[in-house]
Structures are given as C-alpha cells and as structure tokens.
C-alpha cells in the first residue's frame, strides 16, 4: 500500500492519559498535515511539517498537543492529558511541495 | 469566523439527477478551491479542484462553477448514482500545498 497510513485505526483512552498517533507519509512526500475532524463538520488544521521542520502551528493545537517529524520521514501526534473534547478523528495528509495532498484514513480517539 | 461556508447540511436526490453542491468563501487570497468525498471510516478523498482563472472544470459526471466575483463555487454531481452517496466538502487554500480550510460539509444520498 502506497497510501498514508496512520496508526493505530482506533483509540480508546482514559480521560487524562497520554495517547501518540504516528503516520506515515507517502514516499518522498516531504509536506506532512494533521487535520482534526469532529463528527459532523469538517476537517480542521492542526499543523504542518516540511521536511522536519514544522511551519505552522493552528491555535487549535493546544500546549497539550505535540508534533514531530524526525528526520522528515515518519509523524507523531501526542496528545498529553486527555479531555473528552479531543474525541475526534485525527487525519493525516502528506503532498510534494506545490501538490495536491493525500488523505490517510485517520485514527478515531475516544476519550471516556 | 468560517472562511469556507457550504450549503446545504444535507442533500437527498433521485438516482438520475443532479446533485448541487453550493459554497462560498471570504478570503479573497484562496487561489485553489477541492472538492473532497468522505465515505464512513475513510478519510477525504479529492475529487476536482479549480483555480479562480476558469469558470468551469469538467471531469466526468462532476462539474465545478466557479463565480469569482461573487466568491461562489459549486458542485454539480451529473446522473447521480447510489454509490455517490457521501459526505462532500468543498474547500479552499492559498497554493495547492498549502494548509487546506474545509467547509463543513454535505451528507448526500442517492435515492436507488
């Protein structure tokens, strides 16, 4: 599969644990965004990375949210302290620079 | 404030019609205007995009205007089949790499 794919597909956390999400760009990609879609609205963004170093920064990504990029390859996403509001699908999408971007199929977090 | 405003919420058509997506933007940088399809479970897939130069882009059964003065662009889905069934969202960057602004979105059925 050349697709993004993230990991795990699904999550079920305690409120107040820490959770990490990864992804994994297509090949060569060197654009990599993580989007948070609620139900029934759309998808918002987070962050992006070029290469290793990350742009920009949504005023949605609290100081509880962290991402990285080491080595422009691979992403994580953590989320410290987890509150029922961060119950949501968390997507990954990857692009060459001036293309359009992938979609992965998203990890689904539900904090109970 | 929603940068990228779709109607309607919901949208259901007979097997054979037209399906009409409608949306508006207010950021009048936006130069790239997608249109993704959401089936359950998956992420956004891009379906057709259009740049502000042309006013019209055809790709099959799917059709986008584009009315840059008015900030208005739509979605019209020819013969609609069932499988077309799906949450549309139109959206819109600065660039095709940027970090993309979603609308919020518009459940589809097809009637069989």
């Known amino acids: 599969d050349t697709g993004v794919s993230q990991d795990p597909r699904h999550k079920i956390t305690k409120r107040g644990q820490n959770v990490t999400f990864r992804c994994d760009p297509i090949s060569e990609h060197n654009r990599l965004y993580w989007y948070r879609q609620t139900l029934g609205q759309g998808p918002e963004f987070l962050t992006y990375?070029?290469?290793?170093?990350?742009?920009?920064k949504s005023r949605l990504l609290s100081d509880r949210f962290s991402a990285e990029r080491p080595k422009g390859s691979f992403s994580t996403l953590e989320i410290q302290r987890t509150e029922q509001g961060d119950s949501a699908m968390y997507l990954c999408?990857?692009?060459?620079?001036?293309?359009?971007?992938?979609f992965g199929q998203g990890t689904r977090l539900t904090v109970v | 404030q929603q940068q990228v405003k779709q109607s309607p919420q919901s949208l259901i058509v007979q097997k054979g019609g037209i399906s009409i997506i409608n949306c508006a933007y207010e950021n009048t940088a936006f130069d790239y205007f997608p249109w993704y399809q959401q089936f359950p479970g998956k992420g956004p897939a891009l379906l057709i995009a259009i740049r502000p130069d042309v006013s019209e882009k055809k790709e099959g059964r799917f059709t986008i205007s584009f009315n840059k003065s008015a900030k208005q662009f739509s979605l019209h889905i020819m013969d609609s089949q069932p499988g077309d069934s799906a949450t549309y969202f139109c959206?819109?960057?600065?660039?095709?790499?940027?970090?993309?602004?979603f609308g919020k979105g518009t459940r589809l059925h097809i009637l069989p």
């Open positions: 999408a990857s692009s060459l620079r001036e293309m359009v971007a992938f």
């Open positions: 990375f070029q290469n290793e170093a990350q742009l920009e």
């Open positions: 959206a819109a960057s600065i660039g095709r790499d940027d970090k993309i602004i």
